[in-house]
């Protein structure tokens, strides 16, 4: 079956600092997508990043980047330059059947000044 | 320009009762989903529609039953509602159901608290 693992319930960092988030995936599916998502504490659900396990390179958008490891079955979020911001639950999901999203249970990343 | 959209955002009721959900997107996609996040944070997929028809039905009770009247609009009933419903449900839609890529959507959720 298709699991999610994120194994930090929360993280902190200092402003302007880098952040790392784990994430590990677990499927049988030769073809997937990896996805990165942020919920503030107003609650909506905002798109951070995308991986397709045929991409050769790693993801990129701006500040975010996914360290993806496609052998040990992990897709990392990385924050660079943190902001205050950047506090927020985040939450790895991949593409199920039916392209439906996993989700794993998220971490609460604060960012101190 | 709202892409996706929830009513209403807060619904308070009493066990036992009956409530709808409504969610509509402009975005011109084919597929829409619901998903239900516990208090606990945790996000899960109950159902799926493509061009109105179900394609993902997870274990739901049956009290749950979702329904699209064109693509743009899914609309969740819950029927006899108990305190476990008590969650923030959210509305989410993609161009289309196949393929790794396909990002998804959100809308801004619905927070049910059923007393």
């Known amino acids: 079956a298709q699991k999610i693992t994120q194994t930090q319930p929360g993280m902190f960092v200092q402003e302007k600092e880098a952040v790392t988030l784990d994430c590990t995936y677990d499927t049988s599916d030769p073809s997937y997508g990896l996805f990165w998502y942020k919920q503030p504490s107003s609650g909506e659900m905002i798109f951070l990043i995308y991986q397709g396990s045929y991409d050769q390179q790693n993801a990129t958008e701006g500040r975010y980047s996914l360290n993806f490891q496609k052998a040990r079955k992990s897709a990392n979020l990385v924050i660079s330059a943190s902001q205050l911001g950047d506090s927020a639950m985040y939450f790895c999901a991949m593409t199920g059947g039916y392209n439906k999203l996993i989700f794993g249970a998220g971490t609460r990343l604060a960012v101190h000044p | 320009d709202t892409a996706v959209s929830q009513t209403p955002k807060y619904l308070v009721t009493q066990m036992g009762n009956d409530k709808s959900i409504k969610c509509e997107q402009n975005l011109g996609h084919d597929t829409m989903y619901w998903y239900k996040q516990d208090s606990k944070k945790f996000l899960k997929i109950m159902f799926s529609y493509n061009n109105k028809e179900l394609i993902i039905n997870e274990t739901v009770p049956n009290r749950f039953s979702p329904k699209s009247p064109d693509k743009a609009h899914l609309n969740l009933h819950i029927n006899s509602l108990e305190l476990g419903d008590s969650a923030v449900y959210f509305c989410?839609?993609?161009?289309?159901?196949?393929?790794?890529?396909?990002?998804?959507?959100f809308g801004p959720g619905t927070r049910l608290t059923v007393l």
């Open positions: 989410a839609s993609s161009q289309a159901s196949g393929g790794s890529y396909n990002e998804q959507f």
